[in-house]
T-cell receptor, first 113, second 111 residues
Framework: SQTIHQWPATLVQPVGSPLSLECTVEGTSNPNLYWYRQAAGRGLQLLFYSVGIGQISSEVPQNLSASRPQDRQFILSSKKLLLSDSGFYLC????????????FGDGTRLSIL | GQSLEQPSEVTAVEGAIVQINCTYQTSGFYGLSWYQQHDGGAPTFLSYNALDGLEETGRFSSFLSRSDSYGYLLLQELQMKDSASYFCAVKGMDSNYQLIWGAGTKLIIKP
């Protein structure tokens, strides 16, 4: 069966520090991968998605970036965090195709001080 | 542009039936999905409607009317564990066929 791992679960970082969140998927090949951010009490905002290695589409221009160095690995990064980067970050995967459900990792709760 | 509207909060009694509505606006509609999210947890997929009508999965059903740009999630025989937030999400041409999410409906269940 397929599983998705996302870490760390919580992270407290100072303003201006770098960020690296990692997500890996097991049990499937060539998944679509997604990074979302969720503010408290709000819906999910799509940040990046990837349909293959090295293929990254950005939905929101900001100081975050994403990379997919391996088929089942998706990384969210920032060189300098802003206070507004605080939130709940979720990684998800799906099989390719328009009608496929997305499956989420447990999320990372990021607090910027 | 693309938008979704759903009630922010719904309250119901254990054992009852509750309906959570979702209206959407998008071009090139490619389906309405529903996800459940417990506090502090990750969303989990509940259902997907691409065509008009009712889809039933156990105690949960989802309905879609494309002509009305409207759908709903119906939860029957409510249990305390159903207390969660429920999100509708649509895919459409406006979002390059990626999911756009509603703000979520918090379902409060009273004994």
């Amino acid at each position: 069966s397929q599983t998705i791992h996302q870490w760390p679960a919580t992270l407290v970082q100072p303003v201006g520090s770098p960020l690296s969140l990692e997500c890996t998927v097991e049990g499937t090949s060539n998944p679509n991968l997604y990074w979302y951010r969720q503010a408290a009490g709000r819906g999910l905002q799509l940040l990046f998605y990837s349909v293959g290695i090295g293929q990254i589409s950005s939905e929101v221009p900001q100081n975050l970036s994403a990379s997919r160095p391996q088929d089942r690995q998706f990384i969210l990064s920032s060189k300098k965090l802003l206070l507004s980067d605080s939130g709940f970050y979720l990684c998800a995967w799906s099989v390719g195709g328009l009608y496929q459900p997305q499956h989420f990792g447990d999320g990372t709760r990021l607090s910027i001080l | 542009g693309q938008s979704l509207e759903q009630p922010s909060e719904v309250t119901a009694v254990e054992g009852a039936i509750v309906q959570i509505n979702c209206t959407y606006q998008t071009s090139g509609f490619y389906g309405l999905s529903w996800y459940q999210q417990h506090d502090g947890g990750a969303p989990t997929f509940l259902s997907y409607n691409a065509l008009d009508g009712l889809e039933e999965t156990g105690r949960f059903s989802s309905f879609l009317s494309r002509s009305d740009s409207y759908g709903y999630l119906l939860l029957q025989e409510l249990q305390m564990k159903d207390s969660a937030s429920y999100f509708c999400a649509v895919k459409g041409m406006d979002s390059n066929y990626q999911l756009i999410w509603g703000a979520g409906t918090k379902l409060i269940i009273k004994p």
